[in-house]
């Protein structure tokens, strides 16, 4: 049956998913790119981005490609889909990442502000919501069809899934990094409350690999 | 040199460090315990409760001899070392851990209400200090001579050491447990700014433990 998951998705030591002052140089936020190394090296990160070689075959690896593996449909905060910050201006902002984007399939931007779906390479397509995230969830479930629907992030759109009790199962990658100061994940959040246990927990050089579901 | 050092320290997941509602029954919280399984299967742990048994020699034991190793004092915050709350009633309460309890040294209890000094059985006395973290310290760096002086707990003591600070280094075991609700321990606290690197990361059936240090 078709699920509704997090994947992929960093947390610190000290519980931030992204760090302060995203900007156009800085799409994680500040010092964000330190809990993505369990994911920068992995092949599937890398030809996810049309770049060659990378580490295969071990743990980081196979949560990379798990993290984008069976989704047919993606939902995206506002932030995550990039800068740009109230009203479009224009129709030049198309994602962080370039003409192909590695989603490859209907990808739902959650924002207050109307804008015309924007057709990319390679199978994504940028829809634009502007009714809340029920009314992004319900359509991203009718064209992901039997395969699942990932809620990309940022944190704050994980926060608003998960709160609304709408979320099935998360993979995290805690990482042994201490970024002091960013959004936190689970401030406020009563995960247990929700439902959910670790179900899995692998540990890579980078990363202690937890799923978490409801059971 | 003689350090300053928190060890045998859990964190949850989702950032606690012990759970609601202490109590006499629940010393560490509802669900408190959920969070030192890494702990009570140990060597150490075990013989350190006068109990026969435990494992030997893996990682969670290796970290649970160092969490009470080469200590000449320790510090306690008042509702780690029992659930009066107030003026003493009486000198009924001796703290949680019997006659002989695991510290073996001067133990500097942190409280607003006086009290004379409590002599223990195997080299523990608890002494009572008014005078706030910075006096406990004193006392506690001059009674440790050449060894480490160890912040035990709770959280908020960690926290408010952490704060001034004046800890030199931590061993945290961060384990696959959602608390939902507790005793926060990194919330509103920026261990980077306050100079905290993670230095070692060892992962165990169990927990991952981590080293942080000011580097």
Redesign the interface.
């Given at each position: 049956m078709s699920k509704v998951r997090v994947a992929g998705f960093s947390v610190s030591?000290?519980?931030f998913s992204a760090g302060i002052e995203q900007s156009l140089s800085d799409p994680l936020g500040k010092r964000g790119t330190e809990i993505f190394q369990w994911f920068f090296h992995t092949r599937s990160f890398r030809s996810m981005h049309g770049q060659e070689g990378g580490s295969v075959g071990g743990i980081d690896d196979e949560f990379a490609h798990r993290a984008m593996d069976n989704f047919g449909a993606f939902i995206l905060g506002r932030n995550m889909f990039g800068p740009v910050r109230g009203a479009w201006p224009d129709n030049a902002w198309k994602g962080w990442w370039g003409d192909n984007p590695p989603y490859h399939a209907p990808t739902f931007v959650l924002t207050h502000y109307e804008r015309e779906p924007v057709v990319m390479e390679g199978g994504t397509t940028f829809f634009f919501v502007t009714g809340g995230i029920e009314e992004a969830l319900a359509l991203s479930k009718k064209a992901a069809g039997s395969k699942d629907v990932k809620i990309g992030g940022g944190v704050s759109t994980v926060r608003q899934y998960l709160k609304a009790g709408l979320i099935d199962s998360l993979h995290?990658a805690?990482v042994?990094?201490?970024?002091?100061?960013g959004e936190?994940l689970?401030?406020g959040?009563?995960?247990?409350?929700?439902g959910?246990?670790?179900t899995d927990?692998k540990?890579s050089e980078y990363a202690?690999h937890?799923t978490?579901e409801k059971v």
């Open positions: 030591l000290d519980g995290l805690s042994p990094v201490l970024l002091g100061q936190p689970f401030q959040l009563d995960l247990h409350a929700l959910f246990s670790v927990r540990d202690t937890l978490l």
